[in-house]
């Protein structure tokens, strides 16, 4: 199939491989020249351009499918709807009638649950920070077009707290360096592991009929104060403080089940905890490659 990729970063740079290796035609956005041409080398054709500027879209491929997992870079001058909202609707405006199925990467901060709540597709979404605001925001834009037929098949992966190699780094430092975290040591962790996340985005790719909607989080959220006790007995740093400030909310609890069964995903790192060891492992070979 012909992969069009739009955010490939963390996530999207993965699933690019990965599709590559299937044998699919992957091509992919990126506002650099020099990542243009380090993706060449890789088998991924290139398109320069900025989802901030619709006029560098018209140059994209038609597609079978396209992937869109933009993150938000914080070192931008665009702020976060600008990025996700507008960014969104000019992608899906330039795309209308040049792609068959959209797959659009969203987060579970779209559900507003704070005591504890076990929460799935299902469940309603109101979102309390502005962060989950936005990105409902952006699920409604995929959701109209769609529905507008401008888009013939579309699907939402909503995808809990992303870890994996090199994504733990800035947290790390911030343990051993004895600097208290943020927020209600009791609160509820969802995580997925980036590979996990990147198996069900392949599966989605491939698959003829999709749901509308799927939510993708390990089996076994966790609270916060084990998740960073556990890394602080990895690495050799103090034990964990907090500094909850106003925020005593418990958070809520992801319930995968839909999107493993529907997908027939069995995931290879279903509890977080246990995969620390290797993540940490992976991320310091890649610090001193």
Known sequence: MRILIIGCGYLGLRAAQR????????????????RARQWASQGIHPVVGDILQPDTLKQLPEADVCLYSVGYDRTAAASKREVYVTGLLNVLQSRTGRISKLLYISST????????EVVDESSLCEPESEAGEICLTAEQLVIQFQQSGAIPSATTLRLSGLYGPQRLI????QLKNGVPLTG??????????????VEAVLRLVERP?????YLLSDDAPL??????????????????TFSPGDD???????????TRQSLNLTLRYPKAIDALKEVLDQSELRSQN
Do not use: M
């Open 19 to 34: 599709l590559l290796s299937a044998g699919h035609d992957v091509t992919a956005l990126t506002r650099s020249e020099e």
């Open 109 to 116: 901060s779209v559900y507003g649950q704070n005591n504890g």
């Open 170 to 173: 800035a947290r790390i430092d």
């Open 184 to 197: 209600n040591p009791e609160a509820w962790l969802n995580l997925i592991h980036v590979d996990d996340a």
């Open 209 to 213: 009929t999709i749901a509308p909607l």
């Open 223 to 240: 609270q916060r104060k084990s998740f960073y006790t556990a890394i602080t007995q990895l690495v050799g740093a103090p034990t964990p």
């Open 248 to 258: 005593s909310g418990l958070g809520k609890r992801c319930d995968n089940t839909f």
